[in-house]
């Protein structure tokens, strides 16, 4: 915080706090690509209304979003709400304010990850272990994902998921080995280059 | 004939591979020139955007720079799996809407010596095209083998139609072109309200009875229509409503037999292709009785006895007490 930011703050008590320090609204609305118009919400509930899996969120996307302005960083980032979103996009297309709730749950989800503030790991999980096939292969590889993901999360559940995968290979829809793309090392190269550009 | 740059994604190499064979069968017939955009990586599904945004971009942004390198006579890129499609959308009409953005994509991009121009291609999903290019005229002429009688439940899924920044679709809610297709195929459409509702996409991966339950809701609706199928346009769909079916019949002691196919599959029935060649048979919930309600007979296969066997073993061993699940008045078990 610079000098001058402070005397506002000392100078004007009633100043908004926006002046004087940075808000986890502006945050959330800055790590969101384009324009999300999170600041536009007027707390209608239609998000959580058409929800599909609200029932099953520690808070509704509208709980969510008075949270974010109310400041309650750790609160929000805890909340296993974005992990339940579906990217099902109906309160995305409802919200009456036109606020793009699904891409606000995504940065949520984002800075969850960085700041290692989650408290039930399968989710965060399961999209590392996605990427990282797509970071060596340039493709999914379902195999691998299904494989790697529930033996760590749910070890005990693998006997019950035999009959499907075997079912999947013998149908022949999931491969044993990964593909990879012919061009990996320029995949490789923009990914890195994005990732840095990300950080700086 | 017209001719698109078709982007397969990684479902329909093995997955959905029933959907790409049945595209193959079918894309002659009605004047489907496709030519694959060369060497694409995954679109990252909805799992690359959360944990890196401009990385997320930059990996859709590679597939559209590639495509772009092929556009010769169309400018339009086709995708079949709603996941694909819409990360290739949304990624362009974002480059497009914002210019900070596309330059730092652009910037990534140039690691690999790629560039791309927002709004060089066009992004449109295999139905739209089906159904709009192509159209229900050409489709009805080809018809040798009518689905008549065949009552189907279309279903949409979630990202096809939405948020649709690009205004592809007649509505966001309950869009009707596949129920038109449907229809000119001869089938009997319900008009399924739960067309666009969510099939759980990765909550499979995530809590299962969470899953478990968006997937039943969409069975049930479907059966309660008196539904003989599904079908979908979407790989993670299909694959959520049939391969889980049977654990979701465990789940909640239900016993539902709803198959679900792809759209092209019914269009090259009706177009009287044999059923192996669209793939069929390689279904977990067997397609073989509501077809031959219709007079298609599709031989037996092995492995989808096989597996049969196993899901009515499973359903046996379902344990008569416990505690109370979701049941609806009506359901299957309790009212037949």
């Not at chain 1, 302005?69 to 297309?93: F, G, H, K």
């Not at chain 2, 759209?263 to 279904?283: N, S, Y």
Request: proline letters at 6%; aromatic letters at 8%; charged letters at 25%.
């Amino acid at each position: 915080m610079d000098d001058a930011s402070l005397s506002v703050r000392e100078t004007s008590p009633k100043s908004p706090p926006y002046t004087a320090h940075r808000s986890f609204l502006e945050e959330v609305i800055e790590a969101t690509p384009g324009d999300s118009r999170l600041g536009m919400c007027i707390q209608c509930g239609t998000c959580g209304g058409s929800c599909p899996s609200a029932a099953d969120m520690d808070h509704t996307p509208r709980q969510i979003f008075a949270m974010i302005r109310a400041d309650m960083r750790e609160q929000v980032l805890r909340s296993n709400t974005p992990w339940y979103c579906v990217s099902c996009y109906y309160c995305t297309v409802r919200c009456p304010q036109e606020v793009h709730i699904t891409d606000v749950m995504y940065t949520l989800k984002r800075m969850a990850i960085r700041e290692k503030l989650y408290d039930d790991s399968t989710a965060p999980d399961f999209s590392q272990t996605f990427i990282g096939y797509i970071e060596n292969y340039g493709r999914s590889f379902e195999f691998g994902l299904a494989t790697r993901h529930n033996l760590r999360h749910r070890p005990f559940q693998l006997p019950a998921m035999v009959p499907m995968g075997l079912g999947m290979l013998t149908k022949g829809r999931m491969d044993l080995t990964p593909h990879r793309i012919e061009n990996i090392e320029q995949l490789q190269k923009i990914l890195a280059r994005a990732i840095e550009l990300e950080v700086s | 004939m017209p001719k698109y740059l078709f982007y397969p994604g990684c479902s329909l190499q093995r997955s959905a591979r029933p959907y790409q064979d049945s595209i193959n069968a079918v894309k002659e017939l009605i004047g489907l020139e496709l030519e694959d955009v060369r060497d694409w990586n995954c679109c990252g599904a909805t799992e690359y955007v959360a944990i890196h945004h401009l990385a997320a971009h930059a990996l859709v942004g590679r597939n559209l720079a590639l495509a772009a390198q092929q556009v010769d006579g169309t400018r339009t890129v086709m995708a079949a799996c709603s996941a694909c499609y819409l990360n290739l959308a949304k990624t362009d009409s974002y480059l497009r809407a914002d210019a900070d953005l596309a330059e730092q994509v652009n910037t990534a991009l140039a690691a690999g010596g790629l560039h791309y121009t927002p709004g060089t291609v066009r992004v449109r999903h295999l139905l739209d095209i089906v159904v709009n290019d192509i159209g229900l005229d050409t489709i009805k002429s080809r018809v040798v083998r009518p689905l008549k009688g065949l009552r189907v439940a279309p279903y949409y899924g979630c990202m096809i139609a939405r948020p649709d920044r690009d205004n592809r679709w007649d509505n966001v809610e309950h869009p009707v072109a596949m129920d038109r297709l449907m229809k000119a195929l001869g089938a009997e459409v319900i008009d399924f309200p739960m067309k666009t509702h969510c099939c759980g996409g990765h909550m499979t991966q995530i809590n299962l009875p969470v899953a478990f339950e968006l997937i039943r809701r969409l069975i049930h609706g479907a059966d309660q229509y008196q539904a003989d199928l599904i079908v979908t346009l979407c790989p993670m769909c299909q694959l959520n409503l049939d391969a889980y079916q049977a654990d979701v019949n465990r789940y909640f002691n239900t016993d539902y037999r709803l198959p679900v196919v792809y759209f092209t599959q019914l269009v090259g029935l009706a177009f009287g292709l044999e059923p192996d060649r669209l793939g069929l048979g390689k279904e977990f919930v067997d397609a073989r009785p509501a077809l031959s309600r219709i007079g298609i007979e599709l031989p037996p296969a092995e492995a989808a006895e096989a597996e049969a066997a196993v899901a009515r073993r499973a359903r046996k061993q379902k344990a008569p007490a416990g505690l109370p699940m979701p049941r609806m008045p009506n359901d299957h078990e309790e009212g037949q």
